[in-house]
């Protein structure tokens, strides 16, 4: 069955590519799988329809005849075993690599985030700046973390796995910081993941939607 999977009818991000479809998206590309995509509004992922599929009212979810999944991590992994070219077939490789993807959205992801919501939503603040100050520090401490893990290396382990696209993905969300451009190896593979076929044409069908809310609104 052609899996199904939610995005935002008018993403937040404007078309930059940073809501979490765009990663299933670029998973499901990866491995030349065919997909539709249900389009939700903000006020349709509160309603029971989607609550079925997602009880925290978020995107992605996905549906593939045999089960309904939420959460962006669940789903692309869910793509990487059941389709060759996202996991080794070494099973040593095979868990390193969805070691990274735990590493990705458990580790480096949430400072990231918390930098998003602190600009977000706490600008007015009397603490804006020394909160800002810690988050970045945190974001900072985790890029040169993972700058002297990566090295000279083109991938995190061996060959482009799960693990590069779900880091990729993570670490484009500090674009509009500048931050990982002080880190110039990790610029050059944020780099690489954009440059491949399968991310250009998951980030052009993500735009597309937004364009399309834009002309439509």
């Known amino acids: 069955m052609r899996p199904t999977i939610t995005a935002f ?3 937040p991000d404007r078309g930059r590519g940073l809501a979490r479809d765009t990663r299933v998206r670029w998973a499901l590309e990866e491995v030349g799988q065919p997909y539709d995509v249900r389009l939700r509004s903000f006020a349709e992922l509160k ?3 989607h609550l079925a599929l997602n009880p925290f ?15 962006s991590g669940a789903i692309i992994l869910r793509i990487a075993e059941t389709h060759s070219g ?3 077939s070494d099973a040593a ?20 985030v918390d930098r998003t919501m602190v600009f977000l939503f ?4 009397p603490w804006f700046e020394a909160r800002l100050k810690a988050v970045e520090a945190l974001c900072r401490r985790r890029l040169d ?12 382990d061996g060959a482009f796995s799960v693990g590069d696209l779900m880091m990729i993905s993570v670490l484009q969300r500090l674009g509009s910081s500048g931050m990982v451009d002080d880190y110039p190896n990790l610029a050059a593979y944020v780099a690489r993941g954009e440059a491949r076929p399968a991310y250009q044409r998951a ?15």
Do not use: C, H
Not at 122 to 125: K, L, P, S
Not at 203 to 217: D, K, N, R, S
């Open 47 to 49: 309603e029971p329809a």
């Open 57 to 71: 009212g978020q995107i992605p979810t996905w549906e593939d005849g045999e089960v309904t999944l939420f959460e």
């Open 145 to 156: 973390q993972l700058s002297a893990w990566l090295g000279e290396k083109d991938w995190l």
């Open 9 to 11: 009818a008018n993403s």
């Open 122 to 125: 706490e600008r007015e603040e």
């Open 203 to 217: 980030f052009a069908a993500q735009l597309a939607v937004f364009e399309a809310a834009q002309g439509g609104g």
């Open 93 to 112: 490789a095979r868990s390193r690599a969805i070691m990274w993807m735990f590493a990705a959205v458990n580790t480096v992801e949430p400072p990231i």
């Open 86 to 88: 996202l996991l080794p």
